[in-house]
């Protein structure tokens, strides 16, 4: 071992177990190595016990003179258990707390300590060390209540601002702790070894709190005075003012540390709070506007979020937060629809809506249940508004679109597309929809065909295709569809066969769309009108060809439109008195058509037709087109050029009414090609009219439109008498269909079954009257034992 070597050894009795600390350059020894050195000295092997000494620690340091001399033999050391106990020095245990209580007050009293930490803390280890931890823990747990005790004083006067003891509290508080940190720093011997040692006892850190809260924080006049203070505090902040925000939190957090936060704080500001919000939603509910309300109870939630990050604990925040909600909303659920939801939903106030539903879905299942009943009262409300008032019939489709456009938009943007709220939109158009028997589903097919007729110059294809789904949408709610059908049809008739369609494309694809929605026993009629139009272009094509090679044309160029009777509407025969030559040209087509088509019978429809004819004015050759009838007035002007309105009646035997519409619009119209005499919009049986041989116009082709009849009640009951009688015929044929199958059921039995296979409202007295019916015609019969049974009749 070289001569910089030196070594330090600690031996306790109790075996070979040493504390030691080693510090060599040359070799770090095992603690239970044992080292002979055969040159030792009897009196070196003697125990050295009195080599120790207070200072020293118990350490013996050894030295050899000849370790020192270069090329000295190596020696070695022998290290031995004491052979007896070593002794402390008396009154060691006093002398050593005396020095770290003096200490611990001068930590409690602010004062600089006259020890360095090192030397306390090393007593502390040596008081354990020597089994005197026990009441080294008792002496400090003494020493600290003490000084707990003595600061129970200040709290205790009457007369003291509640701003300044609070601050007063906060201070003692942060004392206690950084006395306490401090305290352990010199005492963590002690903490890591007894206190480990012994679950029963606090921490040294759990000790002092213990105590603070024993004889501070669960004094009763200290705790009320400090509760009521926060309590003040918070309130005066939640009512706009400034408060110290870092004595709140210190405060809370020092009631949190002591565990007293809920029994002591939680259960007095919850109610604090109920009470506050309870007496706060009643008032603004009486004084605020709902937008202006919900803005608050926003601004409410968003603060009290804000307290709990800043100063409350974060246990608090369930029951703090459902405090609000159940005092500023769930309390006030219909009063704030019943006050405000109608003026957000007809803005639409889409922000103030969003705002609504967010509060509203805060309150588990009672909140968005009642937004969206009232959400579907309201739309009930107004759609029946819209479709139930007559005298807003013209614009019932264009609202009811807008409507669910604005519907479509509040439940996408603001109710997140709650499936709860797009069925209630639904089952809500479906009920106000309905509530005026057939007029929506007869407006919605004029509408149609409103967008779908020629000179339609609103909207782009793409636009129109929108527009027709839209409109789809409203179909699906509708009950009686086949209404909609016959009037669809009516209309769709009149487009194709005048060539006023304004394209194709467009009515094809209502016409699949309506297929896809209804299928196709639905649109198979609609189909065969198209069907129709296709056939007669061949056939007309045909039939030109035919003449070219017969030579039999003439100056006349016919055009024939064939409809297959079952697929077209139903039209009033016109008998009228023809021209000699349109009826050769007629007569000759229809043979051509038999000898093709034997078997089939052909139905001239005079309403039906349209001409275009040559003019000769004064001023210039024109052509006109016109309708078939006022082709036929305007041709007895070629015979005469003055008639009165008897002589063309009967030249013509046209129907008078509508003689007089086709004379208005030759003589009273825009292009006036007669003159009436005496002058004036309405025709009279005493009027006369002549030819305007003047008559000056810019354009070489004038199109005269015949003054459309408006529909009258009868025509629009006749429609519905068909649709009616439809109807009769499907119920028949259900019941019919029905007891086929099952041949015998109880009427009871016999409804329901009706009720699933009808696609059209109906009502029980209607079945009930068809069954009577069918039973006079043999089809089915009573049973003879039980009159409540029907048996099918083969």
Known sequence: MSGASKTSVLVEEGGNQCKKRLHSSASN??????????????????????????????????????????????????????????????NYQETTWSKLREAVIAIQTSKAIAYSLEELYQAVENMCSHKMASQLYVNLTNLVEAHVKSNIEQ???????????????DDCWRAHCRQMIMIRSIFLYLDRTYVLQNPSIHSIWDMGLDLFRHHIAMNTLIQTRTVDGLLLLIERERCGDAVDI???????????????????????FLQAT??????????????????????????????????????????TKWQLIHTIERQLLSEHLTGILSKGLESLMDGPRLHDLTTLYNLFSRVKELGLNELC????????????TIVIEPERDKTMVGELLEFKEQLDNVVNTCFQRNDRFLYSMREAFEYFINQRQNKPAELIAKFVDLKLRAGNKEATEEELER?????????????????????????????????????????????????????????????????????????????????????????????????????????????????????????????????KHSGRKLQWQATLGHCVLRAHFAQGNKELQVSLFQALVLLLFN???????????????????????????????KARVLLKAPRGRDVRDDDHFAFHADFTNKLFRIKIN?????????????????????????????????????????????????????????????????????????????????????????
């Open 155 to 169: 709290f205790l006067s009457e007369s003291m601002d509640r701003q300044v003891f609070l601050k007063r509290m």
């Open 246 to 268: 870092s004595l709140l939190k210190s405060l809370l957090r020092m009631l949190s540390d002591l565990q007293i936060y809920q029994d002591a704080f939680e259960h007095k």
């Open 29 to 90: 020894d095992q603690c239970n190595k044992k080292v002979k050195l055969d040159d030792m000295s009897a009196n070196e092997k003697k125990s050295n016990f009195s080599m120790l000494n207070p200072s020293s620690n118990g350490t013996v340091k050894t030295t050899s003179s000849s370790m020192n001399k270069p090329g000295a033999a190596t020696k070695k050391l022998v290290i031995k258990n004491f052979k007896s106990k070593p002794n402390l020095p008396e």
């Open 706 to 794: 015949q003054i459309q009849m408006k529909e009258t009640s009868e025509e629009q009951k006749a429609t519905e008498e068909r649709v009616f009688q439809d109807r009769q015929y499907q119920i028949d044929a259900a019941i019919v269909r029905v007891m086929k199958m099952r041949k015998a059921l109880s009427h009871n039995l016999l409804i329901s079954e009706l009720y699933n296979q009808l696609k059209f409202p109906v009502k029980p007295a209607d079945l009930k009257k068809r069954i009577e019916s069918l039973i006079d015609r043999d089809y089915m019969e009573r049973d003879k034992d039980n009159p409540n049974q029907y048996n099918y009749v083969a």
């Open 639 to 669: 015979d005469g050029d003055n008639l009165s309105f008897e002589e063309i009646k009967t030249a013509t035997n046209i129907e008078e009414g509508e003689l007089r519409r086709t004379l208005q619009s030759l003589a009273c119209g």
């Open 373 to 384: 009943n009232h959400f579907n009262a309201y739309i009930k409300k107004k759609g029946r």
């Open 274 to 315: 109920e009470r506050l919000y309870a007496a706060e939603g009643q008032r603004l509910m009486r004084e605020l506007a709902v937008p202006q309300y919900l803005a608050h109870v926003e601004k409410r939630l968003r603060e009290e979020n804000e307290r709990l990050l800043h100063y409350l604990d974060p246990c």
């Open 467 to 595: 527009l027709l789904d839209k409109i789809m949408v409203l179909f699906r709610f509708i009950h009686g569809k086949d209404v909609f059908e016959a009037f669809y049809k009516k209309d769709l008739a009149k487009r194709l066969l005048v060539g006023k369609s304004a394209s194709v494309d467009a009515e094809k694809s209502m016409l699949s769309k309506l297929k896809q929605e209804c299928g196709g026993g639905f649109t198979c009629k609609l189909e065969g009108m198209f069907k129709d139009m296709e056939l007669s272009k061949d056939i007309n094509i045909t039939y030109k060809q035919h003449l070219a090679a017969t030579g039999e044309g003439g100056g006349l160029d016919l055009s024939v439109y064939i409809l297959t009777m079952g697929f077209w509407p139903t039209y009033p025969p016109a008998e009228v008195r023809l021209p000699a030559e349109l009826t050769r040209h007629q007569e000759h087509f229809a043979k051509f058509y038999l000898a």
